[in-house]
């Protein structure tokens, strides 16, 4: 017996397995999965998506993910960018119009800028699980993820439910 287990989606699908296992006098542990959204690397997949979705609404939430990695802009860079952003209706705004000579790391900046207008154009063309699965590419979330070490499992299992929920609203 010590080696059954049952998997499940939600918490309420346990409590359901719970209930028929204590009514039956069978023992059993409940072990409670991470909550996903306490996951780094789905947390900026997740708020990547948002912003894709609504700039205005939820762009802020990308823009204090930018010094991590995979997005690394440069610290200096980003200062400048948040003295900008008042002035702009999104920090996307803020990146279009802020002269590219007065930033460090220019490059980087146009690359951010770049996969963010060809996934903005994607997603009018593609299904939730594919517009998912190009956000992870692009913007090389899954590349990171997979070559850190650190957290490593938990961000890769973090990254598959997400693509899986995707993967059933297709």
């Known amino acids: 017996l010590s080696e059954i287990a049952i998997l499940t989606r939600s918490n309420a699908e ?101 996969v963010y207008d060809y996934l903005s154009d994607y997603k009018t063309k593609e299904n939730i699980k594919n517009t998912v699965l190009e956000i992870g590419a692009k913007t090389g979330i899954f590349n990171h993820y997979i070559n850190t070490e650190l957290n490593k499992t938990e961000s890769i299992a973090g990254l598959k439910r997400l693509i899986d929920e995707a993967i059933m609203f297709s």
């Open 14 to 114: 346990l409590d359901e397995f719970s209930e028929m296992l204590k009514a039956r006098n069978i023992p059993f542990e409940l072990k409670e999965g991470k909550n996903i959204f306490k996951i780094s690397a789905v947390n900026i997949m997740y708020f990547y998506m948002q912003m894709l979705v609504n700039p205005e609404l939820n762009s802020f939430r990308v823009f204090q993910l930018l010094l991590a990695q995979p997005f690394g802009i440069n610290s200096k860079d980003y200062v400048k960018l948040y003295e900008g952003i008042s002035k702009y209706k999104t920090f996307i705004d803020a990146i279009r119009e802020i002269p590219r000579e007065e930033f460090l790391e220019p490059e980087k900046i146009e690359k951010f800028l770049e």
